[in-house]
């Protein structure tokens, strides 16, 4: 185990000084420098492609900096986050290596895993900001910037799913053929309640059309059949219309791959739980979106180490050849994470280990590289 990185904490004085006040500032400066400059640019071609949007929908001023670019905004910001850490700490890094300022460092006694502190201090801030992000701050912003699209956006088309299949109790299972979300109506509908002791279908609803009444709370059925089976056979009953309540809602229908999205962490591991009993065959999706939330905050502290890695060599290129390998690393990485969510999805790897897994083997890399930097 030669290639992992040998410190003796005992030597090192870990006092807060002012070079690690120097190189956090640089640091965080750095990352927020990047984010404010990228954001101006990622919003200007946003601007730029949905302006005629805003204007055939005639979309308020004030609806589109206050309800749709304020939560625009930070979802980009957390998304890129590890990216914009790390193509942050090679610049500075780079500048640091090229005016010899880490050499005067070392020269004065710090080493060089003493000189990664306030790096890792700043990553781990960033981190931490990046999960309360993810995981409170987010949910909210992507459930207003949802609301900004269908008051404003979506107001003039009916936006439907197809196909929807769920598990509504330990026995019963529901379909529709097309369910239209804002009108919160289905067709072709049935509910299946199936025997498990006696292998064999107890019940099935099946109607045309229903739709689901707000006031009353409950369930209108157009052309209905209820079929009840026993050990005598079968008994049949139909009608044209009829008034019922079920154990599920219409939100039941509108879960989708992006309905954790508006979640907050806490109310996502009850929704998760929910749908494990409903059998519902999304839960692998709401899982990988579980551990992403904290995977991606703390690949910064791993971009953060693998930038400096790389940028703390002196090169007489200069930042150029810095910024081409970093960008080979990262670029890697984000190829892998969608590998293996890939991998995930079709139960090749477990949800867990599907989303740890690009941290893990970059973690490593990150150890290597720093036991053969120059120090």
Known sequence: MNWIPRLDFRKENWHWTLMDRYILIKFLGSVFYSIALLMTIIVVFDISEKIHKFLDNEV?????????????????????????????????????SGNNEIISFF?????????????????????????????????????????????????????????????????????????????????????????????????????????????????HLYDYTIRNFDKNGQTVRSGVEMDTTFNFLPDDFNNDITITETMSYFDLLRFIDKEKKKGSSLVKHYQIERH????????????????LSVAARKTRRGVGVHIFIGLFFVFTFILFQQVSNVFAISEQLAPAMATWLPNLVYLVICLILLRFTPK
Request: positive net charge.
């Open 60 to 96: 308020p001023l004030n609806a589109i900096i206050f309800q749709y670019y304020f939560n625009f905004i930070p979802y980009f910001i957390n998304l890129f986050f590890p990216l914009f850490t790390f193509i942050s700490v090679i610049w500075f890094t780079s500048k640091l």
């Open 292 to 307: 992403k939330r904290i995977a991606n905050p703390l690949s910064i502290l791993i971009m953060t180490l693998l930038g």
């Open 107 to 219: 020269n004065g006694g710090v080493s060089f895993y003493r000189f990664m502190y306030p790096y890792i201090v700043g990553a781990l801030i960033l981190s931490v900001l990046s999960l309360f992000m993810a995981n409170f701050v987010i949910p909210k912003t992507n459930a207003r910037m949802h609301t900004f699209y269908e008051e404003h956006l979506h107001k003039k088309r009916i936006i439907t799913n197809s196909n929807i299949h769920f598990k509504s109790s330990e026995d019963t299972y529901v379909y529709a053929e097309r369910w239209m979300k804002q009108a919160k109506e289905g067709e072709r509908f049935t509910v299946e309640v199936i025997d498990y002791k006696n292998e064999k279908m107890k019940s099935k609803l099946s109607a045309a059309q229903v739709s689901y009444n707000d006031s009353t709370q409950k369930w």
